[in-house]
């Protein structure tokens, strides 16, 4: 069985690209057999001067095929670029004198930090991450090298390593800041051209009133809403981002009362944030608003339920919808 996790290092890298488009390249550039490669099991570019990436594969027989390859160009933008290819020896040498490695990371100190890490988790399974949502604190576990991987992209997408605070991302030359760039510039703000697809969870909510009662309400009509989530691609702050998932149909009843009637645009609110759904395995479900989902009498999701609309304005307000 051939050994798994063997590192290069790449230098002569282009400066003028964002990241997440020159970790792809590289990405698909070692992947391809014209160039000694092989599956990828990771990506890191490490911004210091020069810049360079830390290519790991997952078949060490790979690794070699690369460093013997006499010649590397990537291609980016019809232009070419000659990359040097090296053995990493500090990636092992340091795992055997460190055998295990911990940091916690203060989400607080920069709002995209979160999102970060959670798109870290695809790119980085050997490290295990815990997120504390109360104190803001997210702790990683794993390989000295590994570890120091995650921390690296977690500083440096947060604009912490990087020698310029904006970047020229559209087609008018509008300068926007690497954040906006890879996450929520969909169109430009000046001449409207659309620069890339819309990520994360999108989708509309509806509701109508019902001539009917739940149990416990027997008094007032039943609320329907209706939330409409189309196919999509995940985003930042999903598992897996740039993945495709499957949207739905998704209903939930409420009784038709003064209560309710203040909770439906906050429930808005928290679509619009992001807060309805999430997805897993490759799928929207419910995330972590709870939605009475049943008319039945006695069912987890149905009613009656005194507590309940109650306990869903707690939910909204911990999440910052007034």
Known sequence: MADRGQTVRVTGLPTEIELEKLEDKLCIHFQRSKNGGGDVASVTTVKTSPDFALITFEDSRVAQRVIQQTQHFL????KRFNLTVKEHPGHQLQDKIIINLSATVDCSQFSAAKKTLSGLNKKHPDVQMNYDSARELCTLCGSYSAVQAVLSQVLGQNGL???????????????????CAS???????????EERKARGIKGTMTYATLPMSLPGHIKHPVVKITYSIPDGIQGESDVFPGQPFKGGT???????????RKLLPRLQEALSRGHTFAVIGGRVQWDSIPHKTSLQEGKAAGYPDSTYLSRMSEVLTSLGIP
């Open 183 to 193: 996450y929520l510039h969909v169109a430009c703000r000046t001449c409207e051209a």
């Open 75 to 78: 291609e980016v933008d019809g």
């Open 250 to 260: 998704f209903e939930a009843f409420l009784p038709d009362c003064e209560p309710t």
């Open 161 to 179: 390593l990087q020698t310029k605070e904006s970047v020229k991302m559209t087609t008018c030359e509008l300068t926007i800041c690497p954040t």
